[in-house]
Every structure is written in structure tokens, then in C-alpha cells.
């Protein structure tokens, strides 16, 4: 596999504040190479020998504002047990509802846009569907829950101008922990 030529965006870059804007079909030849590109990515970054061998930073999801590009587009590349990989192309997504249940990640959550350590919880909901648009422009609607649920959230703040930081209590970063469940 050879690793995509892509900048992700440091946390300082104000166009990670913006909101980004509605996609209008059909994608552009370089918004599909972009999306696909961005899988490629992070699929690299969770396999041990490409981590290790281009320094990678492990990464789940990545926005499009993350690349620079104001465009409701992300993708979300799960690890399965099997080894395989489960690709999510997520293009305006409004979450249509959500569990009452919040949980949250227990070492925290983290951000290939923010690159040092940050202590706290972010409160997220276990459970969400969304509707949303795959790559040819299709409507579709998707539940997902646990830490998948947590990737969405984490991705749809991106294209609000919003990184996990910002839903971190600042005086209290733990605030609230044993109202929300661990995972």
C-alpha cells in the first residue's frame, strides 16, 4: 500500500472552526480520489507495519475540513476482529435521533487534527441514526452505537467547526464521569 499524499490539518488551522458546507452532486473525480485517499489513510495508520514504518498516528475517522475541503464529507475505517476493514462514507449526514444514554470513551478520546494529550470526558450519546448520502448520491439512513456512535458525533462536530476539545470541561474535565457509562 503506498501512503496517499494528504496534510491533515493541525488543530491551530482556523478552517477547522468553520462550518462546512452542503455537498452538491454528482462528486467530482477529485472529491472521490480525496474520499478515498482519506481510507486509504486510515487504514494505513491502524495496521502496525505501516504505523510503525511512516510514523502514523492511529486514526478512525477523518472530516473533510481535516484535509482543508469546507464539504460535509467523512469517513469512518473500523478494524473488525477479523483484521478486514468495515468503510463508512458518510456525505451530509443530520442525525435524526439519538439514545438518551450517554457514554463516552475511557482514555479519552483523540483527534488526528490534535496532536498532543488531552485528559477528560466528552459526553456523547450510545446510540444514533443518521440520514445521510453514499458517494453517488444516495439518501440512506444508518443506526450505529458504542464507539462507532462515538466516531460519527466526533466526525459530524468536525463539520460543524467543533473538535473534542471544545466538550471538555475546562475546569472540571472529568465532570459528570459517573452520570455516563464507560467505554
Not at 57 to 75: N, P
Not at 140 to 161: C, M, S, T
Amino acid at each position: 500500500m503506498k501512503l496517499p499524499d494528504i496534510k491533515i490539518l493541525d488543530e491551530a488551522n482556523k478552517i477547522l472552526r468553520e462550518k462546512s458546507k452542503e455537498v452538491v452532486f454528482p462528486l467530482s473525480k477529485e472529491d472521490k480520489k480525496n474520499i478515498q485517499d482519506m481510507i486509504t489513510y486510515l487504514k494505513m495508520s491502524q495496521i502496525p507495519e505501516y504505523e510503525e514504518k511512516y510514523k502514523l498516528r492511529a486514526g478512525m475517522g477523518l472530516a473533510y475540513v481535516q484535509i482543508g475541503i469546507l464539504k460535509r464529507i467523512f469517513v469512518i475505517v473500523e478494524e473488525l476482529e477479523d483484521e478486514t476493514f468495515k468503510e463508512y462514507i458518510i456525505i451530509n449526514p443530520k442525525i435524526v435521533s439519538h439514545s438518551e444514554e450517554m457514554i463516552y470513551v475511557g482514555e479519552g478520546e483523540g483527534c488526528l487534527s490534535v496532536n498532543r494529550d488531552v485528559e477528560g470526558i466528552v459526553p456523547r450519546y450510545a446510540r444514533i441514526t443518521i440520514e445521510a448520502q453514499d458517494i453517488d448520491g444516495n439518501s440512506f439512513k444508518i443506526r450505529v452505537r458504542e464507539d462507532i456512535a462515538i466516531a460519527f458525533q466526533h466526525e459530524i462536530d468536525h463539520l460543524n467547526g467543533i473538535l473534542f476539545v471544545d466538550r471538555i470541561d475546562a475546569k472540571n474535565p472529568f465532570k459528570d464521569a459517573k452520570k455516563y457509562r464507560e467505554i
